[in-house]
């Protein structure tokens, strides 16, 4: 028995969700009194693995094959099962993030496995083996009993936080034979816009609905998420008309998200926006109707027109800043 | 070319989610029952693709009579024909299996869900079915265009976005952009009274999960209101009460 936390790399790099998957997985292995191992995938040099260890990995296996250079679905599912079934580890551990997505629920078939998808806290521990995960898009939270021997937990980002534990990784070469026909997807081209803060992971997120009038205003919302280091969402009406890219739309039909702080700037509030981003740990609002939705979910709010209050929130927020 | 979609019956997006028998079941009175929104995206690419007598297009629910009025909803958007696996979906795992199970032997070129299902959020199905059929999966495309047997595909990925290709049988979930919801039209809902709606009994799966209870989110407390020139104020109480910047 042990526990198996995938950490999937971008570009050879981990990111803090990772940790966050590490440390998470670190505390179910404590809860089960055994040991945390990592699975990496793709050209991750040995100073990037050994950071894995800060947050409780005792030892990382490394898979380094020229087919799985980039994010092949059923290749790396195949691997992280290999993986699971070597370490005799019953519980698996991976991000909700996009891959993990993929990769869990084919994870959990060849495995025979529960998978809790969306999972916001650590298993209980009072005998049964039930998570807490998201339902309803966040209207609600489903408590997900996994009774199967081997079991599958896909975290949210920001359900947990990163936890540093330190233990020194043991780095170990890792191949498991891979069949031709888990390599039937190719990936052409990746676009990275390496400058932004990706939604889905980010904890301070600027947003803005149809309030804003047209895609030429949204250039103080940018100014503002990066004077924050904020991603950038939007209201489903606003991707409908193209003012921006469908991947920023949040919401039931969107992404759901929980980051630590939610601007949201000329949104109503209706219900199917709230859907996707009332689990936010803190909610400001900025809106000319006081009787919008959105103030009765609001943590701060200001009644105003966004194009007089937003402005004015940049020369604050500098000035903060200094 | 065959195309099978994967239609799930969800709770209207208005919903106000609420819970009985002391939280363990979703309270279904009073809910209007809708096709699954990603879903819709799924089915309508499909109508698109097969447009013009270029194939067909059968779409699967696994659910009891109830869900009927959500099959025929989707027979009036378009799809040719449809079947039901007569059970209560369990989870995720059971659905696929089902879904996989009915799959196996009819030769479809391709089969499409939406990216997850509103009410369980959980973004397993086309995965499983892709595992159970040992065919490729790709999660949360974005775009679907098909060459030949060749399909090219755009798939959302954290802060960007993928291309890939894919040839052969296999299965995605959709994602806005997919395509635009079609809209039933007068015909489309007359002629979905009278296409095919197969019922087909379910088959053994081992349980792996179960919801044994809900929660709903505690009350936020009332907001704070900060006149519209203090803005300065909003940033000291983010910064020093909040503690977020
Ligand atoms: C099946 C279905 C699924 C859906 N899924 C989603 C979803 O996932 N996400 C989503 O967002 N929506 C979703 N919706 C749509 C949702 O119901 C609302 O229509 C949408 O959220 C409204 O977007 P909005 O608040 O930007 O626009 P509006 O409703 O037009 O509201 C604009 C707001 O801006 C304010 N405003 C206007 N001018 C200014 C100004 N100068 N300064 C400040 N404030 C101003 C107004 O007071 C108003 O409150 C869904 C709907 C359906 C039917």
Redesign the pocket.
């Known amino acids: 028995m042990s526990v198996l936390v995938y950490v999937e790399q971008a570009e050879g790099k981990f990111k803090k969700s990772v940790f966050e998957a590490v440390s998470y997985a670190k505390a179910i292995a404590d809860q089960q009194s055994t040991h945390l191992t990592a699975i990496s995938i793709g050209d991750v040099a040995e100073s990037e693995l050994k950071e894995l260890g800060k947050y409780g990995a005792s030892k990382v296996l490394n898979v380094n094959a020229d087919q799985l250079k980039t994010f092949v679905n059923q290749a790396y599912a195949s691997v992280i099962a290999a993986a699971a079934e070597k370490e005799s580890a019953d519980i698996i551990v991976l991000s909700n993030s996009f891959s993990g997505k993929g990769l869990a629920p084919r994870i959990a078939v060849k495995l025979k496995a529960g998978l809790a998808d969306g999972a916001v806290e650590l298993p209980s521990t009072d005998g049964k083996f039930s998570v807490k995960k998201t339902a309803f898009s966040g209207k609600a939270f489903a408590i997900t009993e996994l009774t199967s021997a081997n079991k599958v937990i896909a975290l949210n980002p920001n359900a947990f936080g990163v936890k540093e534990n330190a233990t020194d990784a043991a780095i170990e070469a890792f191949s498991a034979d891979i069949k031709q026909s888990d390599l039937a997807t190719v990936i052409k081209e990746i676009v990275r816009a390496t400058d932004k803060v990706s939604l889905p992971d980010a904890e301070l997120v600027v947003s803005a ?5 047209g895609p030429e205003n949204w250039g103080m919302i940018e100014e503002l998420a990066g004077l924050l280091g904020a991603a950038t969402a ?5 991707s409908d008309a193209d003012w921006r890219p469908h991947s920023e ?6 992404i759901a998200i929980s980051p630590n702080l939610y601007i949201a ?9 709230l ?2 981003v009332s689990s936010s740990k803190v909610i400001v609002v ?4 006081p009787e ?1 939705p ?1 103030f009765k979910v609001a943590d701060y709010g200001i009644v ?4 007089e ?1 937003v402005p004015k929130l940049i020369e604050a927020l500098k000035a903060h800043k200094g | 070319m065959k195309i099978l979609v994967c239609i799930s019956n969800v709770p209207d ?2 919903t106000k989610i609420t819970f009985t028998n002391d939280n363990t079941e979703f309270n279904t009175a009073g809910v209007q029952y809708i096709v699954n ?1 990603y879903d819709e995206i799924a089915l309508s690419r499909a109508i698109e693709l097969t447009e013009g007598g270029k194939g067909t297009v059968t779409a699967i629910n696994v659910g009891e009579a109830a869900n009927d009025p959500t099959i025929r909803k989707a027979l009036a958007i378009g799809a040719d024909d449809a079947v039901r696996v007569n059970a209560a979906p369990r989870d995720a795992y059971f659905v696929a299996k089902q879904i996989a199970e009915y799959a196996k032997d009819k030769d479809f070129d391709l089969i499409l869900t939406g990216r997850e299902s509103i009410d369980y959020n959980g973004n397993q199905v086309a995965a499983m079915v892709g595992e159970f059929l040992d065919i490729p999966s790709i999660s949360i495309i974005k775009k679907l265009t098909l060459d030949g047997d060749t399909a090219t595909i755009e798939r959302e990925i954290e802060g960007g976005k993928e291309v890939l290709t894919v040839s052969g049988k296999f299965i995605a979930s959709c994602a806005e952009g997919v395509a635009e919801p079609k809209i039933p039209t007068m015909r489309g809902i007359m002629s979905a009274r009278t296409k095919p709606l197969t019922v087909v009994d379910a088959v053994a799966t081992e349980e792996v999960a179960k919801v044994t209870r809900y929660e709903t989110p505690a009350p936020r407390g009332t907001v704070k209101l900060i006149p519209a020139d203090q803005t300065e104020s909003l940033i000291s109480l983010l910064h020093s009460e909040a503690k977020v910047i």
Do not use: E, M, Y
Not at chain 1, 209 to 213: A, D, E, I, T
């Open positions: 609905g149809r309030g804003l009038k939007c209201s489903k009406p606003v739309h949040v919401g039931q039909t969107g700037i000329g949104i109503s509030g209706a219900i199917q926006h859907a996707g900025i809106n000319k109707d919008a959105f105003g027109d966004a194009f209050v | 997006t208005t929104p």
